[in-house]
């Protein structure tokens, strides 16, 4: 990779890939990086902002398919659907006299990190009668009044909530959050939801731990650390985990946008404009024309 950064006047961070202090080092040419996702820790933010290349990225373009994604995850765990499937093409009719899926109608659903895809998560759960908690210290009560969500403590959200959605950037602070003591502050039968980053989570260990204690009723991951993970972990045997290869929040649409606004900040950099959405502002005052 390194001996092709020389020529590069732009670079394009998707999926798993990086751009690295050194990668961005070896591209003396280099005028905007573009990340087409809204997370950014893959780009090393400081070495950009240094050389005075401004880094694009994509906030919002994927909150409904990541938020359509949340839904879909709440209903599959709470109506048990993936072992009902799994119960019929094996033949076990009567397993419907054992067993009863769940409601999401007067459940508590907690949701970690209120931007735009909490939010949107909010707006498509307002139908199905649910209260709902947030988290997020950056938020003021007034975004989250009108969305029908309590603003409350991270752990007051885990005491009180039967599913729990993770939405928060992975930082320093963040980092762990759902760690052992968290989970032990979770009610007992609760859910956990992962579509932010796999970061969030202490370690595929200490939740296959607390399923096999009985304290979470299910899980359901699209991200994890490292991606992509070690398959024989055996937490991927457990009958009430749902697994996805990151890709939940790719929809055909959504991939559409977020490649559109991308290369139109992009191609905005080249031509000396203002991009739309640019993570490091100050590296535009320095940038080469």
């Not at 006047?9 to 087409?36: C, E, F, K, Q, W």
């Not at 359509?68 to 094996?90: C, M, P, S, Y």
């Not at 409601?103 to 909490?118: E, H, K, P, R």
């Not at 731990?209 to 359901?220: D, S």
């Amino acid at each position: 990779m390194l001996p092709h950064m020389s020529r590069a006047l732009g670079l394009i961070v998707r999926g798993g890939g990086v751009a690295t202090r050194a990668m961005i080092d070896a591209a003396p040419n280099l005028r905007v990086i573009g990340r087409s996702g809204v997370g950014y820790d893959s780009v090393d933010i400081g070495a950009a902002t240094a050389r005075g290349i401004p880094v694009v990225y994509v906030p919002g373009m994927g909150a409904r398919a990541v938020a359509e994604a949340g839904v879909t995850l709440i209903l599959a765990l709470a109506k048990n659907l993936f072992w009902w499937d799994r119960q019929t093409r094996t033949g076990h009719w009567q397993a419907r006299f054992h067993s009863q899926p769940g409601d999401v109608a007067g459940s508590v659903i907690g949701i970690v990190g209120l931007g735009n895809i909490g939010v949107t998560l909010a707006e498509l759960l307002a139908p199905f009668h649910a209260r709902l908690l947030a988290y997020d210290p950056l938020v003021p009560a007034e975004k989250a009044s009108p969305l029908g969500v309590e603003l409350t403590t991270f752990e007051h959200l885990l005491e009180n909530s039967d599913f729990v959605s993770l939405h928060a950037p992975l930082t320093a602070q963040t980092r762990g959050m759902i760690s052992r003591r968290a989970l032990e502050r979770m009610k007992k039968g609760a859910y956990l939801i992962n579509l932010a980053r796999g970061g969030l989570i202490e370690s595929l260990d200490v939740l296959y731990e607390f399923l096999q204690k009985g304290k979470l009723a299910g899980v359901a991951l699209d991200v994890f650390e490292p991606e992509p993970p070690d398959h024989r972990h055996p937490i991927f045997a457990e009958p009430n985990v749902i697994v996805s290869p990151h890709a939940l929040g790719m929809t055909v649409g959504t991939m559409r946008d977020i490649f559109a606004s991308m290369a139109s900040d992009m191609a905005a950099v080249l031509d000396g404009r203002k991009p739309r959405f640019v993570v490091n502002p100050e590296a535009l005052s320095t940038s080469k024309e």
